[in-house]
């Protein structure tokens, strides 16, 4: 039962660890060299076997499956959702340094693509001859066993959940692992999400036209689309009583949210954007800031002309003439589906910790309905709030704000 | 062109999962989008799909949709001048 | 203490709004079944038509639940929707990969997740609140009622829509209730062993799992 808490005596919710691996690096530090030297991390298709392997570059994280494997010291055959999942906790628990056996602890974790990697290559082979094709391929299919799998990881045996509303997944699993940390449900939990590359998401976008044969550019008048991507981005979120008694970092709060429903079409934004903004304006409310309080907003920004155009009306219509600096992320990483909320996540933290933004790159020219210019360059300031906008097929929209401590 | 036009009308309801029409109920110049049968981007794609799959007719560029979707007659005129020999 | 106002369930092809059965036709398999509901319904709304299984059996679901406009007088933002199932959209999936055979389907790839059914819903009934998906494997009362609960906390959300919606080949089960802060309709506590009894009550089986779902 919820306790219903008093504001008073609420917990405040503090992101103690990260953990992210993605195209540009398979660490925080890594993540911060290749902001730094503005190194993309799209490219050709390297990894996975598809026919698209020479046409549409993607942001694929630099390790096979076999590499990731030895790295992590796991059992052979895990999904690549499941070992870059394990890689991103692993390493935000380790940063965080709480003891998640002392504490009532969860693990929230978001997937969209599950185990399909290793799935979709037992069908070609099952469809063709029932006979053939690995069980083992397809044990580890469902969302829900990625999340089992990275919990096992970590010896979190409390709460578990899965949550899959696509690409803003795992900004609402943090949404809730927050939620349940402030009602006094839990002490710790790890939220975040994995994805990774599978020929049915390369194709499936590919169905939609919606893939840009070049690498992406994010609010650029001549965008064309977007880049997929992979990756895994997992947060710490514990309570004031832990981070007190085992004397934690707080590298941010979590100081706002909000989730909406844009209600215009299964997967279009529409136009106007009424639902990010409904979602930016709600997130501002619960926080108690005001746009003037923004110092970053880390964009969905997929780089489509959908999305762009409506979140970018949003924005504008939101924040007015005074636009905080803005960028969007996915210039380096690509669209990393139900991780992108999560790696974001850690990105907007990142920008806490090290008091910079992060650069948009390869922008040309402002979209001419708009005329926002995103941050160009790495760029030290004072940041004390950043926002983070992610929109997911469903019409359903999150924004989080993070506030250092 | 009559024959290819009839063809589409069944291929059309087919692909996009129109079960509650048959193919007299599509007119020859009846918009396809917005008004008349109330098509949708996602529609259009599949549109696209259908003429490369049945047609071996490519379109490149989904803003050209709306103009050669248009009617199940401008997609007839659009096979016709497009369709490989 | 919130309280569940109404609900709604279709399972082996009949279709319940609160206690009363309102349509059913145990003939039809589940494809035919969707369109004999939706035709029993009286329903004006050709989109149906595109939509995958999931989508169709949350709309019926949700058209029969909002039948007497029960929400009608709130206000778009005010009304949540929190959903969960155990196949996410596997259903669908599994058609896609079919379809990539000879070319991907983007009409089948759109419903490739399993928030489009939520969507559809808000789409339908322009509900424009929070909205959450959770794959847990079986509907768990205490789960959802704990998180409702939380979403009802906000000042600005007045009502929510929460439930089951799950489906894999011919197997399915969907359960749809509303959560108000006022008490009417049901007027049910909403207490995880009121929903544990009300999901059970079309039922009958000991942990809300159907025997017939594959696993």
Known sequence: ?405 | MEQLMADLKKQIIEALNLKHLKPEDIGDDQPLFVEGLGLDSIDALELIVLLQQKYKVKLANPQDGPTIFKSVKTMAEFIRANQPA | MNFITASSAIREQRVFQNHHEIFRDTQLVLDDFLLATYQALAIDYPKFYKMDRSSQLGFLASEVLLRENIIQSYSHESVALVLANAHASLDTDLRFYESMKSAASPALFVYTLPNIVAGEISIRNRIKGENAFFVTPAFEPHTMSLYVDTVLEKPQTQACIAGWIDVLHGHYDVFLYLVEKEKRGLSLDHKPEELTTLYQQYYGTVDGRSEKTDH
Not at chain 1, 216 to 233: I, S, Y
């Open chain 1, 1 to 405: 039962m919820l306790t219903n808490r008093p504001d008073t005596l609420k917990s405040r919710v503090h992101v103690a660890g990260v953990g992210v691996i993605s195209a540009i690096g398979v660490s925080v530090n890594e993540t911060l060299q290749a902001f730094q030297h503005y190194r993309s991390g799209i490219g050709p298709i390297n990894f996975l076997n598809t026919a698209h392997q020479h046409s549409l570059p993607v942001g694929e994280v630099k390790l096979s499956n076999d590499q990731l494997e030895k790295k992590l010291g796991v059992k052979p055959n895990l999904t690549r959702t499941a070992l870059l999942g394990i890689h991103a906790a692993r390493q935000a628990v380790a940063h965080a340094r709480v003891k998640i056996s002392n504490w009532r602890s969860g693990l929230i974790s978001a997937t969209t693509v599950g185990g399909m990697d290793k799935t979709e290559n037992f069908f070609s082979e099952f469809l063709q001859d029932t006979q053939r094709g690995n069980l083992h391929d397809v044990v580890n299919h469902e969302c829900g066993k990625s999340t089992m799998l990275i919990a096992d990881d970590l010896g979190i045996h409390g709460f578990l959940s899965t949550v899959n509303t696509a690409c803003s997944s795992s900004v609402n699993a943090i949404m809730l692992g927050a939620r349940l940390i402030t009602q006094g449900m839990l002490d710790v939990v790890v939220a975040g999400g994995s994805d990774a590359l599978t020929k049915f998401t390369l194709n499936g976008f590919n169905s939609l036209m919606i893939l840009d044969g070049e690498p992406c550019r994010p609010f650029d008048a001549t965008r064309n689309g977007l880049n997929l991507g992979e990756g895994a981005g997992f947060v710490v979120l514990v309570s004031d009583r832990v981070h007190e008694q085992e004397s934690l970092d707080s590298l941010a709060l979590v100081s706002g949210f909000a989730n909406t429903n844009d209600a215009f079409h299964q997967t279009a934004s529409s136009p106007d954007g009424r639902g990010p903004y409904s979602a930016m304006e709600q997130a501002l409310k619960t926080s108690g800031l005001t746009t003037a309080d923004i110092h970053y907003i880390n964009l969905h920004g997929t780089g489509t002309l959908n999305n762009d155009l409506s979140e970018g009306t949003a924005v504008k219509r939101l924040f007015g003439e005074h636009l905080p600096a803005l960028s969007s992320t996915k210039a380096f990483t690509g669209h990393t589906l139900g991780a992108s909320g999560g790696i974001e996540a850690v990105f907007s933290v990142m920008s806490l910790m090290h008091q910079s933004v992060w650069p948009n790159l390869r922008f040309a020219e402002a979209m001419p309905e708009l005329g926002i210019v995103p941050q160009k360059t790495v760029e030290q300031m004072s940041v004390k709030n950043v926002m983070s906008n992610s929109f997911g097929f469903g019409g359903n929209c999150s924004s989080i704000i993070l506030s250092k401590a």
